[in-house]
């Protein structure tokens, strides 16, 4: 069956300027997770939906971050005036309740 | 809160030699425990997990971690390495409390690199 997917792919921004990444879970799956990955280091965890509802945001790094889930399934995180140090690999994952989570190929964002 | 220590960052194997890639792990709780495999520009994918069951795990491609308590953790071996293994490893716990969802904490990573 189809996996996590996430889109775009990779994504260049201006620094000041706002991307919208997109993630599509594993049909089903009530969690859903965003991490961030910088070059180098192991994902980090930002945020988490259980259905529609945010129930985790403490990896959030700043108010220019901002992540929903409106009807349980699709989520965008949002980035608003991009930064340089928000250059990374941002990750997407999905699960059934406590069960491991199945991780979608993230989207490269680099900002220049 | 948790967190993850994973030694060497960089690990250099032979081809058919031990893999062995460590992990150790700070919990207030006894976690879930998992390693992860990812390839270059691809996401992770789980090799194997523990979630209080039998101690030493087997996952897929031959690689098993076994947990060990009193030393908090949970290494990562495959006996016979192969060219296909050359890839970043990552150890991971995530909270028992449903409360808490499963967020996984992440340690560094570990990249292995196989020579013919």
């Known amino acids: 069956g189809a996996g996590v997917s996430q889109s775009p792919r990779y994504k260049v921004a201006k620094r000041g300027q706002d991307v919208a990444l997109r993630c599509d879970p594993i049909s089903g799956h009530v969690s859903l997770f965003w991490y961030q990955q910088a070059l180098g280091q192991g994902p980090e965890f930002l945020t988490y939906?259980?259905?529609?509802?945010?129930?985790?945001k403490s990896g959030l790094p700043s108010d220019r971050f901002f992540a929903e889930r409106p009807e349980g399934s699709v989520s965008t995180l949002k980035i608003q005036r991009t930064q340089k140090e928000d250059s990374a690999v941002y990750l997407c994952?999905?699960?059934?309740?406590?069960?491991?989570?199945?991780f979608g190929p993230g989207t490269r964002l680099t900002v220049t | 809160a948790q967190s993850v220590t994973q030694l060497g960052s960089h690990v250099s194997v032979s081809e058919g030699a031990l893999v062995l890639l460590r992990c150790n792990y700070s919990s207030s709780v006894p976690p879930y425990l998992f390693w992860y495999v990812q390839y270059p520009n691809q996401g992770l994918q789980l090799l194997l997990k523990y979630t209080s069951a039998a101690t030493l795990v087997k996952g897929i491609n031959g690689f098993e971690a076994e947990f060990k308590k009193s030393e908090t953790s949970f290494h990562l071996t495959k006996p016979s390495a192969h060219m296909s293994d050359a890839a970043e490893y990552f150890c991971?716990?995530?909270?028992?409390?449903?409360?808490?969802?499963?967020?996984?904490?992440f340690g560094g990573g570990t990249r292995v690199l196989v020579k013919p």
């Open positions: 939906f259980q259905n529609e509802a945010q129930l985790d």
């Open positions: 994952a999905s699960s059934l309740g406590m069960a491991e989570q199945y």
């Open positions: 991971a716990v995530s909270h028992r409390l449903k409360a808490a969802g499963n967020k996984l904490t």
